[in-house]
T-cell receptor, first 116, second 111 residues
């Protein structure tokens, strides 16, 4: 089965510029997550969607970050304007809704963002 | 905020030895999961244990859960160099399958 697809894999931007990341989850997975992982730390949840509705965005810096999941399938995460501290790997994951079935969440390879 | 805290932060062992890492968490959970992350394959789900389970096995992995102590342990038996990675526990406590990760344990297995 195809995995979670993310693009781009790498991005370097200057501070105050904007950037967007794209994620296509596994087909049929209703739940989609965006995580931020700073080097040496564990992933931190930014936003969680169930179909196209937001379940949790309590840690999303809403003054600069936005995310959408149109039609409950793929999703984009945007940062505008970027700050130096946004340098991190942005991970997208998906899972079956409401039932783990012992499978957990499936993660994409991530987008490594460097803000200079 | 990060719910789980793994211990130790780093662990170095020889091939063939067992590796044990621990996770403590703060609030009641629906289930607890362990993930592995290495540079080649990203984050990969290893095993899930539900709040009403005490122990679970999968191949060389053994996970225990003590809800009274709010802690879990992951045992990897007969470690291999390929087990070198960071290991994270993640808790689901929201009712919406929200996963909260800890800071991870970095495991180095030397040949």
């Amino acid at each position: 089965e195809a995995g979670v697809a993310q693009s781009p894999r790498y991005k370097i931007i200057e501070k105050r510029q904007s950037v967007a990341f794209w994620c296509n989850p596994i087909s049929g997975h209703a739940t989609l997550y965006w995580y931020q992982q700073i080097l040496g730390q564990g992933p931190k949840l930014l936003i969680q969607f169930q179909n196209n509705g937001v379940v949790d965005d309590s840690q999303l810096p809403k003054d600069r970050f936005s995310a959408e999941r149109l039609k409950g399938v793929d999703s984009t995460l945007k940062i505008q304007p970027a700050k130096l501290e946004d340098s991190a790997v942005y991970l997208c994951a998906s899972s079956l809704m409401g039932s783990w079935e012992g499978l957990g969440a499936f993660f994409g390879q991530g987008t490594r963002l460097t803000v200079v | 905020s990060q719910q789980g805290e793994e211990d130790p932060q780093a662990l170095s062992i020889q091939e063939g030895e067992n590796a044990t890492m621990n996770c403590s968490y703060k609030t009641s959970i629906n289930n607890l999961q362990w993930y592995r992350q290495n540079s080649g394959r990203g984050l990969v789900h290893l095993i899930l244990i539900r709040s009403n389970e005490r122990e679970k096995h999968s191949g060389r992995l053994r996970v225990t859960l003590d809800t009274s102590k709010k802690s879990s342990s992951l045992l990897i038996t007969a470690s291999r160099a390929a087990d070198t990675a960071s290991y994270f526990c993640a808790t689901d406590s929201s009712g919406y399958s929200t996963l909260t990760f800890g800071k991870g344990t970095m495991l180095l297995v030397s040949p």
